[in-house]
């Protein structure tokens, strides 16, 4: 019997290459459902800003976008940034202290969510030991490390027709 450690087969399956988290992570984001893509930080500005695109409410951390939000709770259109990526299992982690955030990831028809290469990790074990805390799952390979339940599982319906995940590579 062989036994290995998470450290042990991040390197088997990995590798020692940089982009290889980021290949894991897209193959299993698009495993859950989720439209998948790596694209250019200024690409993906130039897009999002044209006059067509449209988001009732954008929650990101890393840059702007010259949008306005209508802060909505029942936005058909959402946009909001990732904490983490889980490269094993393809989920995305998500802080859902405000309330907001977690109403548009249940009820958004489409979800785009932004999620800077840098933060993805290999496991969740790996998130939990750096964020000392456990993420509760959500739905549909979204977990948070602030939601709170009784039995560490919420179980939601979500009626998102979309979610696009892009992993945004120069940030």
Do not use: W
Request: proline share 2%; charged share 25%; with cysteine.
């Amino acid at each position: 019997m062989d036994v290995s450690t998470n450290t042990q087969l991040k390197k088997n399956v990995c590798g020692n290459q940089n982009g290889s988290l980021l290949d894991l992570f897209l193959l299993n984001s698009k495993s859950l459902g989720h439209d998948s893509l790596k694209v250019d930080r200024n690409l993906f500005l130039e897009a999002a800003s044209k006059p067509n695109v449209e988001f009732e409410f954008i929650r990101l951390k890393s840059f702007e976008l010259n949008k306005a939000s209508l802060n909505r709770g029942d936005s058909k259109n959402a946009i909001l940034e990732a904490d983490f990526g889980i490269a094993d299992s393809g989920k995305l982690l998500v802080d859902t202290e405000d309330s907001d955030v977690l109403i548009n990831l249940l009820l958004a028809e489409s979800l785009h969510i932004i999620l800077p290469s840098s933060k993805i990790l290999y496991s969740m074990t790996e998130h939990e030991l750096v964020n000392g805390r456990p993420a509760v799952e959500l739905f549909r390979g979204i977990a948070s490390h602030t939601a709170t339940s009784y039995n560490n599982e919420l179980c939601f319906s979500s009626n998102k027709l979309q979610t696009i995940v892009y992993i945004i590579e120069d940030l």
